[in-house]
C-alpha cells in the first residue's frame, strides 16, 4: 500500500484482492467462492488511541490494515470466515463456520439458480399447464427463509413472473404479472428441489393440474417504466434548480467531513453500506459510530409455501453489494460529492461501488425565527442540512438512506421505502385479509419493515448511560399542586444490558447521558435524546422462526456493554438462521450498562399494509429517527447562523415573469415586519 | 361590492368596514371595542350547491356574502356578536354572549395594560425591591387561564422581564431575564388587581419583602438578534438559491390554485389563519375543508400564581390576527406567490395581514426509484411538493404552518414551534421537576402543545366513515398458520360520534373510508387515511380547568356529525373558558355517524420539556401528520412525472469549481447503472 490510509478508511480494490489472493494461496488448488469482504475496524481501546492521537495532533500509532474475508469451498455447504491482515500479509481467526450458518445470497449464484429453474422440466411444466412461453418468464430468486427443516442446506426460493404480453419488454414490470407457483433450488447442487403452487383464494386451496390460474390481462397501469406506459409524461412539472453560486459549505478531506461545526468520518462496507464515525460538534464528541445494524421485511400471508417469506437486507444480501450507482443530477440536487467503495466480487477479484454515497445540502426551511411585537423587528434564520445518502435494491424494493446533519447539532436518520411490492396472484375477485389487491390477479401481502439502527455513543466521552424520561401528570396536592395542572419528569437510568421498552401514552423520551458531565446551564447530565417514530414491533408470533431469527425486533430499545465486532443485532450470519446469537444473546448475561461504554440498538418500523397507490411502483414512504443534543451544549447552536436574506437567497415573486438581475429595493432588506 | 367574490374568498377589508359600519350605526354613540371579523362561511348545503355548479360550469346561485362581527361595548364586559349579510346591509343572529364568555385577547388592550402595570405603584415597589430601573422593564401581558374564581372579570395576566443589562437595547432578549412577579390586570377597569411573587426555588416559598432574588449575570448568549450577540454570525454557509427559469408550476386564479393534479381554494380568517376549501386531487373531491381548529399550551408549573398559564392560540387570539407579513426571500425560496387578508383592528376599521401566507414549491428529495437488476435500468423520479405557509407570532412563542401538497395525491400537515420560551426566573442552585434550567437564573417550564386538526373530509363525496385498522397476529394454525408467520388486519368503523383512542402496538391506522364507492382494483371502499405522530395527549389531571376547557386534547381522534359553525373543538370562546362548549359537548348526544357527512378532529402534540439547546431562541420542533389516499385511486399517481435528469435538475459535482455552462456528456444521460 502506497498512498496512506485511515484506519477506517473503507477497504479498496488492492486490500481486497491482496486479501483473497492471500486466501487463495492457503487453499492451494481447491476452487472457492467469495462471499464477502472489507475493512475489519479496529478494536475500540487502539482505534480510540489513534483517534485520540489524531484530534491532539499527535504522532499517530501504527496500526495495521485488516481485512474480513467470507467465502465458501465452491459448490459445497463447508463455510469460512477469517480476518487477514493485508499490511503484514498474514492471515488470522480462519474459521470454518457451523453448517447451519449460511453465507450471503449473491447475484452471480442466484443468476445461476433463476437458469437452473428455467431449464427445469418440472418448471416448463407448470408452464405448459398456465399455457405460457417460457422465455416471457422472469424469476425473482430470494433468499430461502427458515422452517426449521433442512436447515443445513443452502437453499434459494425463486418467484416466476412473466413480462407483459402486452409489451414483452426486458424491462416491463413483471410484478403486475406473478404466477401462481415457486421453486427451490438447492445451492449447493444448483438443482430444482420443489415446485410447489401458490394458494390463489384466501385458504389453502392451490391450482389443480389442469387449471390456467387467474392472470391480470388489462390492468389500470402495470408499468413504472415511462416508455411503457400508456400516457405520455406530464409537461405540468417546471425546473427547479438549485444553484450554489460558491459551491457546498462542505469540505472533504478523504473521507473526513467538516460542515457546519460538524466533523466525521464516511465509511463504507459490503454489509452495512455507508457507516460513520469517530463524530464531534462543536468540538465535543458525540457519537463513535453510527450505522444500520439490520433490517427484516417479515411477509404476513401465512400460509405455505410463501410462509417463509423473510428478508434480512443487510446480512442476507448486503448495503455496501446492492448500493446504487448515484448519478449526478438524478438523486440529489446542488453541487455533490460523491464517495465510492468496494465489495467482492465470487472470484475475489474487488467490484467497485462507485458513486454509492452522495453528499449534498439542503434548505430545509426555517431553523427559527421570533417577531419582537414591541417593535416589529423580525429575525429569521434558515436551516441548512447536510445529506449522506445511499440507495440499495434488494430484488423488488428499493431502501434509501439518508444521515441528515442539521446545523442544531441534530442528526436525522431517514428512511425511504420505494421500489416495486413483492407481488402474488389472487383469484379474479377473492379478497384475503393480509394483502391488498393492487391490480387484477395481483395481491402484495401486507409485510413489516423493521430496522435496527446501531447507535455506539460517545455524548461527551465514551462513558455513557441510557435513561427513559417519562411526562407524568403531578399528583394534586393544595399546596404544590392546587389547580391539578402541573406535570413533571420521571427519569429511569437503565442499570443492565437488555431491552426497553416505549410507552407513547408517557411520552416517553429516550437519553444518552455521561454522568460524569454536568452541563453548567442545566445543572443535570449533558446528553443527546433519541427520538423514535411511532412504530410497531414484530407481528409474528413469539416463537416463530421470524420471532426467534430477529432478535432485534421485539423491542424498540436494546442497550448493551461495548463489545469489538458485536456489530449485526440479529447475528452475524442472519441467512437461513436460526437465531440465537444476536442481540438476545449479549443481552443474557444481564451486564452492568451504567457508566460504560454502551452501545444503543433502536429499532423502528413501517408496518408496510399496501395500497392501491403503491403499485406498480410505490411512492417512497418516509421515517426519520433523530438524535438531538439534549443539555448537551450551552445555548442553541445556530444563533450566529446568518439572517435569511432575499440577497443571499435571491427568490422571485410568482407574478414577476423574469427572474430579475437584481433584487428590487423594496425587498433587499427584509425580514422586519 | 364592485369585484366578483367567490363564497369562500376571505373577507375583504371594505367588507369588514361595511359590516362594522352597519354595527356601530346600530349601536349609535355607544363606544365599540372590535375583537374579531371575518368572513362566515355559507350553510354547507347551500355552499355545496354553489360548488356542484362550479364545477360543472352551470349558472352559480346567488349566495349573500356574511361577515361575523364580535365586539364589546368598550370598557364593559357586554359582549355581542352577529352575522352582518353585506350583500343586503342586514344584521342577523345577533347575540349578547354570558358574560363569563369572554371576547380574545387584542394587541391595543394589552398594551394599555401593560402602561398601567408599569405605572403602578405596586409594581414600582417591587421594582424598588430588585434595584430595577422602570425604563428597562418590558411585559409580557398574557391571556389569564381559569382557577375557578372571578369567572365573569375580563383579566390579563402580566409577566415582567427587563432588557439585557448589557446592552439595554429594545430588542434585547427580555426572556433571558425574567423577573420574580407577575401582576394581574382587570381589563374593564384597567387597574392592576393583584401582584404576586412567583416561587424561584422547587417549593412555594416567593422572596421576602426585602429580598433581591438572584438574576442572571453573565449568561452564555442571552441574545438571538444578530446584532446583540457576542460573536460575529458565521461566514461558513455558502448561498444556496432555488432558481425555476420557468417559473412556478402552480397556477392561481384569485384564490383558487390548480398544481399537479391538485384544485383547492384557500381562505383565510382572524381565527384559524389559513384555511384549505373544496380540495381536489386528479378530479376526485377529497376534503370538503381542512383547517387549524384550536391549539392548546399547558404548562407544567403547578404552583401559585403561574399555574393558571395556559393559552388557546387560536380562540384567545387569532392564527390571522398574529399572522407574520412573509418577506420576499426570509421564510421560502424559489417562485413565491402570496396571499393577504384583512381582519379587523379594534375601532372597527380593517387591518391588512399582507403576505399572510406564501405558496411556493420544494424538491423533497426521491419520490420513487427502481433499478431492474437482470437490466442494469434504473428510473428515478423526482418529489415535487407544493407548500402553503403561514407563520404566527404569539407573544414569545412562534408557529409556522404549513399545508404541503403532493404529487402523490398526499397531504401534510406540518407544523414548527419556535420562537422564544416563555421563562421564569429561578434561585441560583435550584432544580425543578417540572423545568429546565436554560441560563443561569433562568427556567423553562415544561409544557405541551396540543393541536386540534379539523378535517372535514369528502372522499369521492360526502358521505364518509371513520375506520381503525388494526394490525394484529393470525393465530397459529396447523393449516393455515403453520410457522406462527402470518398476519392481518382488523378494521372497525366508528359507528356513533365520540372519541376514538389510538393503540401504537396494534400499529393503528386511522382511515376516511366512502363505503358507497368501491375502489375496482382492491375491492374495497375508496379512502384516505390520516397518518399520525407519536403524541401524548394532556397531561392536566382529569377535572382540572386545563382538562375541562381543552375538550380536544383528551383523545387523538373524534368524530361528530357535521353540524354548521362547529368549527372550534374547544368552543367558540375560548378565552377564561370553562369548557362544556366544545367537541365533548357535540359528541354526548353520540349521533350516528356511519356513512354520514362527518367531521374527523385529530389532536396531536408536542411535549415540549425544554433543552439548553431550545434557548435563547428555539431551533424549530418539528412534526408533519399526513392524510394518504388509501386505495382512493387506481394506481400511483405520480408514475407519470417525468423521470430525474441532469438536463432538468443542473446538478454540480463538488469537484468542479465552477458550475459548467453546460452538461458534460456523460452525465447528460443518466440515471441507468
Known sequence: MTEYLHPLDPATAEEIEKATALVKTAFGDIQLHFKAAGLDEPPKKQLLEYLDAEHAGRPLPALPRNIFVMWYIKRTPRLFEAIVDVTNGTIANQTELPREFHGPIDRAELSEAAAVVIADPGVLKELQRLEIDPTNVVLDPWDYGVDGTETQERQTQVFLYIRNPKNNHPDSNHYSFPLDFMVVVDLCTMKVKSIMRIPMGSDEKIATDSEVTHRETEPAEPEYLHELQKCPPRTSLKPYQVIQPEGASFTVKGHLIEWENWRFRVGFNWREGLTLHDLSFMGQKTFYRLSLSEMFVPYGDPRSPIYRKGAFDLGNVGAGVTANNLKLGCDCLGTIKYFGGHVVAVDGSAAPRDNAI?????????????????????????????????????????????????????????????????????????????????????????????????????????????????????????????????????????????????????????????????????????????????????????????????????????????????????????????????????????????????????????????????????????????????????????????????????????????????????????CSA
Chains 1, 2 share one sequence.
Open 358 to 670: 452522495c453528499v449534498h445540502e439542503v434548505d430545509a426551511g426555517i431553523q427559527w425565527k421570533h417577531t419582537n411585537h414591541r417593535t416589529g423587528k423580525a429575525v429569521v434564520v434558515r436551516k441548512r442540512q447536510l445529506v449522506l445518502q445511499t440507495i440499495v435494491t434488494v430484488a423488488n424494493y428499493e431502501y434509501i438512506f439518508a444521515w441528515i446533519f442539521d446545523q442544531s447539532g441534530e442528526i436525522i436518520m431517514e428512511t425511504r421505502a420505494t421500489g416495486i411490492l413483492s407481488t402474488q396472484p389472487i383469484s379474479k375477485d377473492a379478497k384475503v385479509a393480509w394483502g391488498t389487491r393492487v391490480a387484477d390477479g395481483v395481491v402484495a401481502p401486507y409485510h413489516q419493515h423493521l430496522f435496527s439502527l446501531r447507535i455506539d455513543p460517545a455524548v461527551g466521552g465514551n462513558q455513557n448511560s441510557f435513561v427513559t424520561s417519562d411526562s407524568v401528570p403531578i399528583p394534586w396536592d393544595d399546596v404544590l399542586n392546587p389547580l391539578g395542572t402541573g406535570y413533571c419528569t420521571d427519569d429511569k437510568t437503565v442499570q443492565r444490558a437488555g431491552a426497553v421498552e416505549d410507552d407513547v401514552s408517557k411520552g416517553r423520551a429516550f437519553k444518552i447521558i455521561n454522568e460524569n458531565t454536568i452541563n453548567p446551564v442545566s445543572l443535570t447530565p449533558i446528553g443527546y435524546k433519541i427520538v423514535p417514530i411511532r412504530s410497531q414491533m414484530l407481528l409474528a408470533q413469539p416463537g416463530s422462526w421470524h420471532w426467534r431469527r430477529s432478535e432485534f425486533a421485539e423491542s424498540p430499545f436494546w442497550v448493551t456493554k461495548y463489545k469489538d465486532r458485536q456489530l449485526f443485532s440479529a447475528g452475524d450470519y442472519t441467512n437461513q438462521s436460526l437465531g440465537g446469537t444476536g442481540i438476545k444473546a449479549w443481552t443474557k448475561d444481564c451486564e452492568m450498562v451504567r457508566n460504560e461504554d454502551i452501545v444503543i440498538w433502536h429499532t423502528y418500523g413501517l408496518t408496510h399494509n399496501p395500497r392501491v397507490e403503491d403499485f406498480p411502483i410505490m411512492p417512497a414512504e418516509i421515517v426519520q429517527v433523530s438524535l438531538k443534543p439534549n443539555n448537551f451544549l450551552l445555548y442553541n447552536p445556530t444563533m450566529d447562523v446568518p439572517e435569511s436574506s432575499q440577497i443571499f437567497n435571491k427568490s422571485v415573486a410568482y407574478e414577476d415573469k423574469v427572474q430579475p438581475e437584481e433584487e428590487k429595493s423594496d425587498v433587499s432588506t427584509c
